[in-house]
């Protein structure tokens, strides 16, 4: 009670004089905000409109044949909603329960399945759209001809090159986001919530519909939101295994458009605004969900919380883990692997007929592979070390500062989320194009492409670590005669290391492997690992794609491997 | 006892001190954004003084702790710390918090959780360039008083709620400041640890004899702890004193109800001759009054209160007609509290809630007397 009544005269403490002004940590990343994604969406929803000449920039005549030609080509949009809700609601519910199984049940193995759960997300959906077409391909996938040496049978096993096929795999390679953001709220859940339904005389079945699942639904929300937009503009996945289907979602389609001669910018651009159109919505049934609801209502404080013993349920529980791992992360890896061993495009399990020639071949010969690989590291550090950067000045304006705005800039900061990244792209190309300093065709401007979709996650990992650190540590180290300068040399920058590096390994990780945002971005000499994996796998034969995902992938966990030691050393300070 | 030689020796050095302000706050006036929490408070604490700032959340006495130390900017007001002027809205000063040499515990008692107990305790010591063998005896010694030597070494995170509350106390001692600012220090701690942090806290202070200010809503500490009291309100001075005297004389009815128990009474004032006692008339019941230079403020319909402290009103089992105050009653209610047994005694002017002990047991329904001395008999402002 008296803690309570406390707590709350504390978050009453007032703030700073000279709270008035826009301080330069609001204005700055606003401008950069509102010139880097503002300016692209305009060109985007201007070239949508243009009926004139396809090529033109600005357009010079406005119209909405454009809509209207797209009404012969719902199909796009419908099978865009068909794959992108169903996977989302697959890769949802996976999430549920894996962090479920992980954080409240007595399930044994949490800190190997916590690790081996998480690595195929920051693997990502191309590693798997190339993995599982090298598995489940009905002529020649692993799977199938290992089920036909076995069985005799001539049909296919799977066909992943299908609707369900794409759904699948575009749901097991974002899953894992949905295990952190979901697995968090889990951990931080007062169990005394759910005792007291318990005691009240709820089974277990009922406390979990009726108590944790309502107490979840933010965070399930606000996972499904993310997967959502993510999935709208997955466009790895739907090309590499419903081309030969000649499935088409709205991203493969402006990839078309964009690639067909002459090349149809307007209504590739016009699909574009449908689907933010779409996210929008998206987001705003998210919020009107969510209206009324607080958040804080579940974070008990220091509560460790108890875990349901699931006796006999224990195996089943526990193979449904290991089935994840093997089809996300044992199979995926291990075909590529084996792939890339070969010398020809058969899968040879003797392994005196393997040979690394293909790795030398991506590593040292061939000049567009070697210089992607180094591209792309680069990128990896820009974007980690100016991403981390400006996600902390803003997480720090938002949370520490008085400066009027400051939450306009947490909503902007957090707006790129509800842009497909691949539409994204399409429109900051053009802007690229359009500026007059030689800008496109650059690395910087990968860069700056990467930094802006990649900000509100970067954002959202910086709040949480600038939100742990109590004010009083530093105001403590003012009282004690420290000097701004020396506040944050001895305090603020040592609290805040270990976040910055986790969050600095993440934005590495997802730039290593990202496609959709670099697909229009790079060109010839700027080569970046993902663009580069997609046109070898349409040219290179899939031994040396492999050898090239394989190289992707060793990068990735090396640096997942670094994030583990960072969490290590931060759990014993 | 020693309580008596303690309060000797602080009169002794006030007076070598000839009650020179050593902090002084006046029309101190802070808000934030638009929302008044401190309206115009002026006090000061004299060198060596601990001074409590009581009242309920909200009152706005951590937001004066806070402008004292820097940490908050007022709108208005002057502060003065050791003759130097370390706020001034007139005339434009705002010293930095580090440049005030002061030191601070807070609630959260933020300890440092990157750095070793050590390294906590040896912070202030080395932002001011103390010499490194110096920073070391001087953190030890400051530990050594806490009895948390030897965890000198520990991180800082392996520690409990009591021994982080230590390491706070020896890192504020430790850098010898002009005063310290406790803001609700000991609220984070269980009952019992609490009462031991008071009276260790209570035994550093006699020891270093520095002013303080200590920020609490729990009155108990504010007595235990305090030369002086400054009970807010909604970001005023409600009232300030030794803390008997606010006990024995709350000057409102807030006073009276936010520290100790004290029953209310309202009645209207008979006979406010000169000279006579103060009479209230409480439904024809007339109870004799503490005498007052000045009515208190009424209350909005015209009727006077009264407060009585439980522990001042007296059960009697034998009528001693003589009393004035004193009216035949009956015990409604018995409940035993431990230390303390409370009664909800029936007497004609209503119901009152009456402290006794343990010893000395009243049955629920017998007659007693009561009686309630008329210099307990407070007259205090009506809200």
């Not at chain 1, 940590?25 to 300016?39: K, M």
């Not at chain 1, 794409?166 to 968090?184: D, H, K, Q, R, T």
């Not at chain 1, 971005?521 to 046109?535: E, H, K, M, R």
Request: glycine residues 8%; proline residues 6%; charged residues 15%.
């Amino acid at each position: 009670m008296s803690v309570a009544a406390s707590g709350a005269g504390s978050s009453l403490a007032p703030q700073r004089h000279g709270a008035r002004r826009v301080g330069a940590g609001v204005w700055l990343p606003l401008a950069f905000l509102a010139a880097g994604l503002g300016y692209p969406f305009l060109l985007l929803v201007a070239n949508a409109f243009n009926v004139g000449d396809p090529q033109a920039l600005p357009p010079v005549e406005y119209g909405v044949a454009n809509f209207v030609s797209l009404l012969d080509h719902l199909d796009w949009i419908g099978n865009t909603l068909l794959v992108s809700i169903s996977a989302t609601i697959l890769a949802t519910a996976i999430g549920i329960v894996l962090a479920w199984i992980l954080y409240r049940t007595t399930v044994p193995g949490q800190r190997v399945f916590e690790i081996l759960i998480a690595i195929p997300y920051p693997l990502g959906p191309l590693v798997g759209a190339l993995a599982w077409s090298a598995l489940g391909s009905p002529q020649d996938g692993m799977l199938n001809q290992l089920f036909t040496s076995l069985t005799g049978i001539r049909e296919p096993l799977l066909n992943i090159y299908s609707v369900p096929g794409i759904i699948f795999v575009m749901a097991i390679f974002e899953a894992p986001f949905a295990v952190l953001m979901i697995g968090a709220a889990m951990q931080h859940m007062d169990s005394a919530l759910e005792e007291s339904s318990t005691v009240f005389g709820a089974g277990k079945l009922r406390t979990a519909f009726r108590i944790t699942l309502p107490l979840m639904l933010p965070a399930i929300l606000s996972s499904a939101l993310f997967l959502f937009t993510s999935m709208m503009g997955a466009f790895a996945i739907p090309t590499m295994l419903g081309t030969n289907a000649r499935f088409y979602v709205a991203t493969t389609a402006i990839y078309v458009l964009f690639q067909s001669y002459p090349p149809n910018y307007p209504l590739a651009a016009a699909i574009g605004v449908v689907l933010i159109l779409i996210t929008a919505l998206a987001v705003w049934l998210y919020a009107r969900v969510l209206k009324n609801r607080t958040h804080a209502v579940i974070f008990g404080r220091n509560y460790r919380p108890r875990r349901l013993s699931m006796r006999g349920w224990t195996p089943a529980l526990l193979a449904f883990e290991c089935l994840y791992v093997l089809v996300s992360l044992v199979l995926p890896l291990g075909v590529l692997v084996l792939a890339s061993l070969q010398k020809s495009g058969d899968l040879s399990w003797i392994p005196t007929n393997w040979t690394l020639s293909n790795f030398h071949y991506v590593l040292i010969d061939f000049p567009t592979t070697r210089e992607a690989i180094g591209n792309s590291l680069l990128l990896g550090i820009g974007t980690g070390t100016l991403g981390v950067a400006l996600a902390t000045t803003i997480a720090w304006t938002v949370h520490r500062s008085n400066s009027t705005g400051r939450r306009l800039l947490e909503q902007v900061t957090m707006l790129p989320q509800a842009f497909p990244r691949l539409i994204f792209a399409f429109g900051f190309m053009w802007m690229v194009m359009s500026l007059p300093i030689h800008l496109y065709g650059t690395l910087f401007a990968v860069l700056l492409a990467y930094i802006i979709v990649f900000l509100p996650l970067a954002y959202r990992g910086m709040s949480g670590v600038v939100v742990q650190i109590d004010r009083s540590l530093e105001e403590a180290a003012r009282v004690s005669g420290a000097h701004w300068g020396r506040m944050m040399r001895t305090v603020t920058l040592p609290l805040l290391r270990a976040g910055v590096l986790a969050n600095w390994v993440l934005l590495f990780m997802i730039s290593v492997r990202e496609v959709s945002a670099s697909l229009f971005l790079s060109g010839p000499g700027t080569q970046v690992l993902g663009p580069a994996i997609f046109s070898f796998w349409d040219s290179g034969g899939l031994p040396r794609v492999s050898a090239l995902a394989v190289v992707q992938a060793a990068i990735i966990l090396a640096a997942v491997v670094a994030v583990r030691r960072l969490a290590g050393s931060k759990a014993e300070q | 006892m020693a309580a008596e030689d303690h309060v000797a020796s602080g009169d002794l050095r006030i007076a070598a001190e000839a009650g020179r302000p050593f902090i002084e706050v006046r029309g101190l006036t802070a808000a934030y954004d638009a929302k008044i929490v401190v309206r115009d408070v002026s006090f000061s604490v004299t060198a060596g003084e601990h001074l409590s700032l009581l009242g309920p959340s909200g009152c706005g006495k951590s937001t004066t702790l806070r402008c004292i130390a820097g940490l908050e900017t007022p709108v208005e007001g002057e502060i003065v710390i050791d003759s130097e002027v370390v706020f001034s809205s007139q005339r434009r000063i705002n010293v930095p918090t580090e440049k005030r040499k002061l030191s601070m515990v807070f609630q959260s008692y933020a300890i440092w959780p990157h750095m070793t107990v050590f390294e906590n305790v040896a912070y202030g010591l080395r932002t001011q360039g103390v010499r490194d063998a110096e920073v070391r005896n001087e953190a030890l010694r400051a530990l050594r008083m806490v009895g948390m030597e030897e965890l000198a070494h520990s991180s800082a995170t392996a520690l409990s709620g009591g021994q982080q509350q230590r390491v706070a106390l020896a890192r504020s001692y430790a850098c010898r400041p002009k005063a310290i600012l406790l803001d609700e220090p000991l609220s984070n701690l269980d009952a019992r640890l609490r009462t031991r942090m008071r009276e260790e806290l209570r035994e550093l202070q006699r020891q270093f004899q520095l002013s303080t200010i200590y920020v609490t809503h729990d009155q108990e500490e504010a007595m235990a702890m305090s030369d002086r009291v400054i009970v807010m309100r909604d970001g005023r001075i409600e009232q300030e004193g030794p803390p008997l005297e606010i006990y024995d004389r709350p000057q409102s009815r807030f006073v009276a109800d936010f520290i100790g128990a004290a029953n209310i009474v309202s009645g209207r004032i008979r006979q406010p001759g000169s000279g006579q006692p103060i009479i209230l008339d409480v439904e024809g019941t007339a109870i004799e009054c503490a005498p007052r230079a000045q009515l208190p403020r009424p209350h909005a319909d015209g009727s006077y209160m009264v407060a009585v402290r439980a522990v001042y009103a007296e059960l009697r089992r034998d009528a001693v007609p003589a009393l004035a105050n004193h009216w035949p009653a009956t015990i409604e209610r018995r409940t035993l509290l431990g230390d303390l047994v409370t009664y909800a005694v029936r007497w004609p002017g209503g119901t009152l809630r009456v402290h006794g002990f343990p010893n000395d047991l009243f049955d629920e329904g017998s007659s007693v007397h009561l009686h309630i001395p008329s210099v307990r008999a407070i007259l205090v402002d009506a809200d």
